[in-house]
């Protein structure tokens, strides 16, 4: 298969495997937001917040996890990835309150940076030439796991009583993770050269060589952190308040603290390796990871938003059933094992900068046409477009992760972490957004936030030259 040895295609499957399950754990709530507001006793504001709790802490948890990864390697840090959201799923199906919904919802995204696990160990097992390819078969099956849950959970839900038939099937999503997470545990390689390829290190921050650089990592947290008090400042909103005042000014001084510690951090590391100097072979242009992190800001965020609103949307604008709309919603995501390992095939075949402006530049077209849908469309022209839509955006995840691994390997957990973290950022924006206005205007500001995207493009250096020992 494409070249891959044994060892390589073993790798390859266990680890799809494992991030498809965290995906169909992570999403097992999209097919149910109408269910939960006529079984569950939760408004429609309520499911908005959950849609944004359902991304939040992704954010942090990717540049954490991205660390983790480094220092542990990625199949101890995957196998309790799969326990912790196995966990979580049982918890979510028990609960009752909007509070613990909230709780469940928050702490289920942290199983989202299942995929900086896998960009790992796929990046230790693939060599340069077929890094695109593996990283688009391995996040495209695993992004499927969001088109899975949502056609395969709500016909097992069919099956029982409405009230209980969506816990049964989120539960269900939680007992296949644990099952994976001993499978995983007995089955997944670690290379053997590992300790001595790939240094240790404790911080969580990344190196840079330059003190441009050391600017660009500076301004790259502020969006992180702004995204988290946005979410904050959502969860203290008039129509569902869950924070006071006070609270709320209180957990926005802690995100704001959490900020400066991390810049602190960064500068803490950074300024004496500047100092002193680094050898040539560390030097690599930071820029690159800043470029596909806006990127993967519109690819994923935006794939992460239409998922988690596109069945609701398709039930309310076209008048479907709730099962019909989740069937059909899944086609935003449905491509993902199709489309994903193709962008990072031609970026590997075509070039990886003029595909991916190619595939942004196709993005912002189709979001400011998916903004013209009415009721009045044809369904089938509606779902088309969408589905277009989807591919170009998935292609473009693929392509974007074809170049992470790229920038220097030492660093491939830290950096798919910020990259990822970025994801989840654009899907806070997205959601939150959405709040303030209707569909038709929330896909037409994906699209500006494309334009931006496409002129960022223009800083994307080449990668041909990355030839040295940190960057094969």
């Known amino acids: 298969m494409f070249g891959f040895d044994r060892n390589q295609q073993g790798v390859l499957h266990l680890t799809w495997i494992a991030f498809f399950l965290t995906f169909l754990a992570w999403f097992n709530m999209a097919p149910f937001n109408t269910t939960l507001e006529h079984h569950a006793g939760l408004s429609a504001d309520q499911i908005r917040i959950l849609m944004v709790c359902n991304v939040a802490l992704t954010i942090p948890a990717r540049i954490v996890i991205g660390a983790l990864v480094d220092q542990h390697g990625p199949k101890i840090v995957f196998v309790c990835l799969l326990v912790f959201s196995g966990a979580v799923s049982l918890y979510f199906a028990q609960c009752t309150r909007f509070n613990e919904f909230v709780a469940a919802r928050l702490l289920m995204g942290v199983a989202g940076a299942g995929f900086v696990v896998g960009i790992k160990m796929i990046a230790e097992w693939f060599p340069p030439e077929k890094m695109g390819t ?13 088109a899975a849950a949502a056609f395969t959970l709500p016909p097992i839900a069919a099956a029982f009583d409405p009230a209980t ?10 007992v296949l993770c644990l099952v994976w997470a001993w499978v995983y545990h007995r089955q997944a390689k670690e290379i053997p050269e590992r300790a001595t390829q790939f240094p240790v290190t404790l911080e969580k921050t990344i190196e840079v060589t330059s003190y441009r650089d050391l600017v660009l990592q500076v301004l790259l947290f502020l969006p992180l952190y702004g995204a988290l008090g946005v979410f904050v400042w959502k969860l203290s909103h008039p129509s569902t308040p869950l924070l006071s005042g006070w609270e709320m000014g209180g957990l926005l001084a802690a995100v704001g603290v959490f900020c400066l510690f991390e810049i602190y951090r960064c500068l803490q590391v950074n300024l004496p390796r500047l100092k002193n100097g680094l050898h040539e072979d560390r030097h690599y242009p930071f820029q690159q990871i800043v ?18 609103m596109f069945p609701e949307y398709l039930e309310t604008t076209f008048a479907l059933s709730a099962t019909a709309a989740a069937i059909l919603g899944s086609s935003f995501a449905f491509f993902n094992l199709v489309t994903r390992p193709s962008g990072g095939w031609l970026a590997d075949r075509i070039g990886r900068r003029r595909v991916l402006f190619v595939l942004v530049l196709g993005c912002m077209i189709c979001y400011w046409f998916m903004g013209e849908i009415t009721p009045a469309w044809p369904l089938t022209a509606a779902i088309a477009l969408c589905v277009v839509c989807s591919m170009l955006a998935q292609a473009g995840n693929g392509a974007c992760f074809a170049m992470v691994p790229l920038i220097r390997k ?9 990259a990822g973290a970025y994801g989840n950022v ?12 209707d569909a038709s205007e929330f896909f037409r500001w994906i699209s500006a936030y494309a334009l931006f995207v496409l002129v960022s493009l223009m800083f994307l250096k080449s990668f041909n030259h990355l030839h040295n020992s940190f960057r094969k």
């Open 291 to 308: 470029v596909l992190s806006f990127v993967y800001a519109l690819t994923f965020g935006s794939e992460l938003a239409v998922i988690s």
């Open 426 to 437: 654009g899907a806070v924006y997205f959601l939150t957004l959405l709040s303030f206005v």
């Open 410 to 418: 030492d660093l491939t957990g830290k950096m798919a972490g910020m």
């Open 165 to 174: 038939g969506w816990r049964v099937a989120t539960a269900f999503s939680g």
């Open 134 to 146: 593996a990283q688009g078969i391995y996040a495209g099956w695993g992004n499927f796991g969001a």
